[in-house]
């Protein structure tokens, strides 16, 4: 691939600017953590669209998936398939939760752990997503670095574009905070779904002759790409990209970054019009990115690394431009999920775990401080070669999904309990872990995580009808029934409860 990397570093450089513009004019300062964390829960519903995309459209779809596009066909495109599932599912969580975001003051996921459940268990979630989320927001970063060094023909160090991309992202998510990371998200948005769904397109066309075309030639040559399983039975890779997809919709539940978007929109029913449009666009733009990628082993010299195919299609077709512009969409979605990740994690662990310790210090100050740090570690930990930090982070995804008992359980359920919670959470992140580090789940169908999920569902009734809801979460249940789905209060309904309200 022969490209002119000043034309891609100066088309990035015109995109990074273009954001950072973009910031300037149109986040007002964060004064307190109702507009530094939930955007004053006023965004209209093309805002929430890119905020969800942000949490779950990730850079390394440029680079991974398209690398297991390129070697495993069609198995790659269960992440468009999860991706539409788990927003969809998410609509069904907006209006209660919503509620409840409005009438309690929630800023975070945490805080509905700890109202739904307990303060402590609210607590562990907290350092729990900074580290199991974490874990995630150094690889998207490493994956913005690799993206840099690629698309510049290895101009850019991978350490420089480590510490270049976490600083210039770093800046904006600390200076606005979730507006940013909002307002951001619409430029990066913009480029990923209309411009990168037109080029991949176009793309597809000058590689191939079109996508008939290129499934003509898949099938002549090497049809096992289209192939999910050629044999049944535990371990097939039918049953495994089963599997894959719905543990990738259950684990969007539990992701902050999903969670807490469901506070931002000013009404469950601008939150329900994003569902309306963020599960087309994933569907579509995914689609479109990894599959031009399954044909490139068949074409003339292919890349050696997998992973760049993208980059590699892009230079051989359509120049340095085409670079700049593959580079601009993947940077746009690795830079929307680091800041959605850095905002999510950083400010529940400021309000929970920090603020009891440094009271006299603001709270939006703490949030501030945190987010710098969390941005900071992961940038050290990306500049270091970590063999074991994907081996890690797929253990920590298992650990994730089983918080979709005590979230979907907290959300639906009166007699979820802190008890079932605990316990289901502990044995299935136990499960999630033995399934990555032994062979105890080999010749269990569903897996050890699925496995872990069940078992903690188990947990969590059993423990609910050992005790009785007691009247919070009565209470708690009824707070909805205060609320329209354009959110307008009725007091009416409930005058008592309605005069609990909390206040700013």
């Not at 049953?239 to 902050?256: D, E, N, R, V």
């Not at 570690?377 to 270091?384: C, D, F, T, V």
């Not at 089983?402 to 605990?422: A, D, H, L």
């Not at 059993?462 to 009247?471: L, Q, V």
């Amino acid at each position: 691939m022969t490209i002119n990397s000043g034309v891609v570093i100066g088309m990035l450089a015109a995109f990074v600017v273009a954001n950072l513009v973009a910031v300037k004019i149109y986040v007002k300062p964060q004064k307190n953590m109702d507009t530094y964390a939930v955007g004053g829960r006023k965004m209209p519903w093309f805002l929430v669209t890119f905020t969800y995309m942000s949490g779950w459209y990730i850079g390394s779809a440029y680079t991974g998936w398209v690398g297991n596009s390129v070697d495993i066909g069609f198995f790659a495109q269960y992440l468009a398939v999860y991706g539409l599932a788990g927003l969809v599912f998410l609509y069904l969580l907006a209006r209660p939760v919503w509620s409840w975001g409005k009438f309690y003051k929630l800023e975070t996921p945490s805080d509905f752990m700890a109202i739904r459940y307990s303060k402590g268990f609210g607590k562990f979630y907290s350092v729990f997503m900074l580290i199991v989320d974490g874990s995630w927001l150094v690889i998207e970063i490493i994956t913005l670095a690799y993206i840099v060094n690629v698309a510049t023909n290895g101009a850019i160090s991978l350490t420089m574009g480590a510490w270049l991309g976490g600083i210039i992202v770093g800046i904006y998510t600390i200076v606005g905070g979730v507006n940013a990371s909002a307002i951001t998200s619409v430029i990066q948005g913009f480029f990923f779904v209309l411009v990168g769904s037109v080029f991949f397109v176009v793309l597809t066309y000058k590689t191939y002759g079109g996508f008939i075309s290129m499934y003509d030639l898949i099938d002549a040559n090497k049809p096992e790409l289209f192939a999910l399983s050629s044999e049944g039975g535990v371990g097939s890779v039918k049953l495994l990209w089963i599997t894959s997809i719905i543990t990738g919709t259950l684990g969007t539940f539990c992701w902050p970054t999903g969670f807490q978007r469901l506070y931002l929109a000013s009404s469950p029913r601008e939150t329900k019009k994003a569902m309306y449009v963020a599960p087309i666009c994933a569907l579509v733009v995914l689609t479109l990115i990894l599959m031009p990628a399954m044909g490139v082993s068949l074409l003339p010299d292919p890349p050696a690394d997998s992973q760049s195919a993208e980059f590699w299609l892009a230079g051989k077709y359509t120049g340095s431009v085409g670079v700049g512009l593959v580079s601009i969409f993947a940077g746009s979605a690795a830079m929307s999920t680091i800041s959605a990740v850095a905002n999510c994690i950083s400010v529940p662990f400021a309000k929970d775990i920090l603020e009891p310790i440094f009271k006299n210090v603001p709270r939006v100050t703490l949030a501030r401080i945190t987010t710098a740090a969390v941005f900071l570690i992961s940038m050290i930990i990306a500049s270091i070669d970590i063999p074991q930090l994907n081996f890690w982070a797929i253990i920590f995804y298992g650990f994730v999904c089983q918080c979709i008992v005590p979230i979907v359980g907290g959300v639906f359920w009166k007699r979820g309990n802190t008890i079932g919670s605990w316990l289901g959470v502990i044995v299935g992140c136990i499960c999630a872990l033995l399934a990555n580090t032994t062979t105890i789940f080999a010749n269990v169908p569903i897996g050890g995580v699925l496995t872990g999920i069940a078992l903690n569902a188990i947990i969590y009734i059993i423990c609910g009808f050992i005790k009785a809801p007691d009247a919070k979460v009565e209470e708690l249940f009824e707070v909805p029934k205060l609320y329209d789905n354009d959110g307008n209060f009725y007091p009416e309904e409930n005058p008592e409860l309605a005069a609990k309200e909390v206040q700013e």
